[in-house]
């Protein structure tokens, strides 16, 4: 009995493991299509977590998404979020502090819309952020449920 229990305890850790790691760094995500910039600055209501200067880019995949409304399995968006730097009436990027993936895979993530969310902290490829990215990246985004919970779009 208490084996059983062992394998049964062993086998939903991994699965939950695994499934977090679903969501992959995205290499090269800078020659992908840049959709927007902003900056964020104290006062605003997503200063926490998200102060800073972000770029929103997209993988090919991605932008067919944007262009017809239906996302294929591998669409990807990348949030890189950098610090920034006011001097002499200047805003210019600092060190990065965070970079937000969404991929799209509709079997992997059937529970949040086809959308798997990961956050790679600073300029590292395998820290992720120790908190369910999952369930607080979807409950933003549900509220673009509408747009395919995409927030960005493609302005030519």
């Known amino acids: 009995m208490k084996i ?12 939950a493991i695994a499934a977090s790691m679903n969501v992959g760094y995205p290499v090269n995500y800078r020659s992908w299509q840049h959709l927007k910039s902003m900056a964020i600055q104290p006062g ?4 926490s977590p998200f102060g800073g200067i972000h770029h929103i880019y997209a993988n090919p995949l991605a932008m067919r998404g944007l262009n017809t409304d239906d996302f294929a399995d591998g669409a990807v968006f ?6 920034y730097i006011e001097s002499e009436n200047l805003i210019v990027e600092g ?7 969404m991929q799209f895979d509709r079997e992997s993530f059937a529970d949040t819309g086809g959308w798997g969310f990961e956050t790679f902290v600073g300029n590292s490829k395998t820290e992720r952020l120790e908190q369910d990215v999952a369930t607080t990246c979807f409950s933003c985004h549900e ?4 747009s395919s919970y995409v927030f960005s779009q493609f302005r030519p």
């Not at 060190?95 to 993936?101: F, H, M, T, Y």
């Not at 509220?143 to 509408?146: E, K, N, W, Y």
């Open 78 to 83: 990348v949030f890189d979020l950098l610090d």
């Open 143 to 146: 509220s673009v449920a509408s």
């Open 4 to 15: 059983a229990i062992s394998i049964i305890f062993v086998t939903l850790c991994t699965t």
């Open 44 to 47: 605003h209501p997503l200063e």
């Open 95 to 101: 060190e990065r502090k965070r970079i937000d993936v």
